[in-house]
């Protein structure tokens, strides 16, 4: 049976790279809407409710407006906004969370796909808190830089029209109120907010997420070893994972480029036993991994095909 897919906002930077994931799939139709109905209410509640599954990119607001337009119970949903990534009812779409996240993807009726940032960090450090090498109030720090598409249209015209003469590393989210928090703590099993310092730079997609962690204060102190192995283990646990674990400290340059058009995420783990510190670092598109590529996955999921479908890994 060939399923119904309607894009509602597939203008938009994240609704193009998904239709373009998409296009060709036999098992699939892509409802579309004229560009000139974009804005029409009645056009999108026919199609919304026309769909199998509606995959929303849209601003908050619009992706609340597009759920309550669905009328009938056999629509399911995977929204690409911030509004229901903590709301009951809604299932996280980080099918590399947990063992058991692909099948709570598979059969739910309302998915919400991960912020970028998040995945990163909550790929490292859920695997610690539930290991129980660090507290989950442990005082954690989260840093990042990103290509300037993570931005949207704006911050793409901006940064292409400056050319070389484009920041090369801006700093944001300085009020310390950025919209991925909730999620970011929620999912990384983390009891109190992380401090999170996001950084644009003057490449078009990819990130690094780092995450430093001072472990002297601990009452036990987890190895090196340990740190790697906890999250080694989790990742290997799960099947159709696209999360890869580098060795231990492993010398290769980390480029947050290299993941660019894939859905992979590549996880590392430097540390120095005698001081008590380590890093962690998750390599990934922004994109990809952090954005379509994961809605295509959490789609083939619903779908029951191969999480690997129209997907490049």
Not at 149 to 176: C, F, H, Q, V
Request: charged share 20%.
């Amino acid at each position: 049976m060939v399923a119904k897919i309607f894009i509602d906002g597939e203008a938009g930077t994240t609704g193009l790279q998904i239709r373009e994931r998409l296009a060709g799939r036999r098992d699939i139709e892509l409802l579309t809407i004229s560009p000139d109905k974009r804005k029409d209410t009645d056009e999108r509640k026919r199609l919304l409710n026309a769909a199998d599954v509606a995959i929303l990119c849209l601003p908050d607001e619009a992706a609340k407006e597009s759920v309550r337009l669905i009328e009938n119970d056999t629509t399911r949903v995977i929204d690409a906004s911030t509004a229901y990534r903590v709301a009951e009812g809604w299932t996280y779409g980080f099918a590399e969370m947990d063992k058991s996240q692909s099948h709570a993807i598979a059969t739910a009726k309302r998915v919400a796909n991960p912020g970028c940032w998040p995945q990163g960090a909550i790929a490292t450090l859920r695997p610690l808190v539930e290991g129980g090498l660090i507290p989950a109030d442990f005082p954690v720090t989260v840093h990042g830089i990103s290509g300037y598409s993570g931005g949207g249209r704006t911050m793409i015209e901006d940064y292409e029209s400056k050319g070389e003469d484009a920041n090369e590393y801006l700093p944001y989210g300085l009020t310390l109120k950025h919209k991925h928090l909730p999620e970011l703590q929620a999912y990384a099993k983390l009891g109190r907010a992380p401090l999170f310092t996001p950084a644009v730079g003057n490449f078009a997609q990819g990130m690094i997420v780092s995450v430093p962690l001072q472990l002297g204060h601990l009452a036990r102190v987890p190895t090196s070893a340990q740190l790697h192995a906890a999250i080694a283990d989790h990742h290997v646990a799960i099947a159709d994972s696209f999360v890869e674990v580098a060795p231990l400290g492993d010398p290769a340059p980390i480029n947050p480029e290299a993941y660019n058009n894939t859905n992979r995420m590549r996880l590392h783990v430097y540390a120095n036993d005698q001081t008590a510190q380590a890093v962690l670092i998750a390599a990934y598109d922004n994109l990809g991994k952090g954005a379509s590529g994961a809605a295509v996955q959490n789609l083939n999921l619903m779908l029951g095909v191969a999480a690997d479908t129209s997907l490049a890994a």
